[in-house]
């Protein structure tokens, strides 16, 4: 069996490892249009921070059997004949195909003079760039062209490096899509105490290089100065390389519970997809690690030949953000059914309840076990004797495992 995957990404290598374990006698080829080995993409923060100190910490190791080919950016698949092209000029065919390209960074349109000190962070030469810059540069200002959660990391790393940033946000507020006002204000709060400005309201709409240095138009008229712009307005899933195909997509592609596309044969998995979640009932983009490996791992195992499902998913994230720990899960930015909060000081708790089960939460601060969070509410287990302990961010697994008591009065 010729097995193709398209993308070295973390679902990409993952499903490597699965086939080599369930078809050792399959042939197994992945296709990477980077130049270096895979790595992880999610630490990059931390190569910027220093928090990691060598580039090298960041490669993965990739399955010793896979022929693993670099350089190789796949434009089209002809799924008649079974076929990958790439730009490269190179076909290889296929009888599984898996599609992990990822997601890339969304661009919105300004005007450039002087494009190179505007930088979009997703690869290891794009923190490289970033990087160079804050060396070369006398204005050490980074300016952070929206404030969601690549942003607000880099903006993070900045922090520890001592080098101020302004968000510049369209919105009104930071990580507008996962948290509320009352939670995004404490995260700005600790944003403004560690060296950032925040400039809401306002977009980007020129960027002048000068010398070391970036002028950067609002569209208010104000101007702006910093060493360079980094822009982070979301990802969106790679699939421009598949409009001739009858692949179909959405935001991004479309699977069913078998990781399987709308053409017999060919996977996806990871941030490039699209699947059901568990809360909305809809196709949504779950662009988590845990998310790709676990897909991956499914959508592998049915190119062996299996069949397996993959339950409905739950979005969420969690991330250190100056200081404080930000934990949001399911319906998290909405005030939507049953809702329940609990502001002290620089903490806040909310969770969404319907029908006595968890479909949504923020913590900003303390969460004893945020494992317990996610499987109450991926499993929808009823908590609705135990509001008290979830709103506080002290659930645990004993309280939904431990035996019943009878209680006996004397």
């Known amino acids: 069996m010729r097995h193709v995957i398209v993308g070295a990404s973390a ?3 993952n499903a490597a490892r699965t086939l080599e374990s369930l078809d050792p006698q399959g042939e197994i080829t992945i296709l990477s249009a980077e130049e270096v ?4 993409k999610m630490s990059l923060p931390y190569l910027l921070s220093n928090k990691v100190k060598k580039r090298d910490y960041l490669f993965l190791p990739h399955p010793s059997k896979a022929k693993l080919l670099l350089g190789q950016r796949v434009v089209n698949i002809d799924v008649e004949r079974k076929k990958v092209e790439t730009a490269q000029n190179k076909t290889f065919s296929y009888d599984k195909l898996l599609i992990a390209t990822g997601a ?3 661009v919105p349109d300004m005007e450039l003079e002087g494009s190179p000190l505007v930088l979009t962070v997703r690869n290891l030469s794009d923190m490289d760039k970033l990087k160079d810059k804050l060396n070369k540069s006398d204005v050490k200002r980074v300016i952070l062209s929206g404030a969601g959660l690549v ?22 507020r930071m990580l507008s899509q996962i948290v509320d006002e009352e939670g995004s204000e404490i995260i700005a709060e600790r944003a403004i ?12 709409t020129k960027v002048q290089e000068e010398g070391d240095h970036v002028n950067v138009f609002l569209s208010s008229g104000k101007v702006i100065q910093g060493s360079c712009v980094v822009v ?9 390389f598949l409009e001739k195909t009858p692949i179909k997509c959405d935001t991004g592609i479309l699977v069913n519970e078998y990781m399987e596309t709308s053409v017999k044969d060919v996977y996806a998995a990871g941030d490039v997809t ?3 979640d568990l809360i909305s009932d ?3 983009i779950h662009a988590l690690w845990p998310v790709a490996m676990e897909q991956a791992r499914i959508a592998a195992t049915n190119m062996a030949g299996y069949s397996w499902k993959y339950p409905k998913e739950v979005s969420r994230n969690i991330v250190n953000l100056f200081g404080e720990v930000v934990f949001t899960g399911g319906i998290s930015k909405e005030d939507a059914y049953d809702v329940y909060k609990e502001k002290e000081g620089r903490s806040y708790h909310k969770i969404l309840v319907r029908d006595g089960k968890l479909v949504g939460f923020i913590f900003v601060g303390g969460v004893l076990n945020p494992g317990v969070y996610l499987a109450a509410m991926k499993n929808q287990w009823d908590i609705s004797h135990l509001l008290n302990e979830a709103i506080k961010g002290a659930l645990s697994y004993s309280m939904f495992k431990a035996p019943t008591r009878e209680v006996v009065n004397i």
Do not use: C, H, Q, W
């Open 11 to 13: 679902a990409g290598l």
């Open 37 to 40: 080995f895979p790595y992880s």
């Open 104 to 106: 890339e960074p969304y």
């Open 151 to 172: 942003n607000s990391e880099i903006a993070d790393a900045l922090a520890e490096l001592n080098i101020p940033g302004t968000f510049v946000i369209r919105s009104s």
């Open 193 to 204: 105490e560690s060296g950032m400005e925040l400039i809401t309201g306002e977009s980007i």
């Open 232 to 240: 982070g307005k979301g990802v969106k899933p790679s699939i421009d």
């Open 274 to 276: 699209e699947s059901i």
């Open 282 to 284: 809809e196709y949504e």
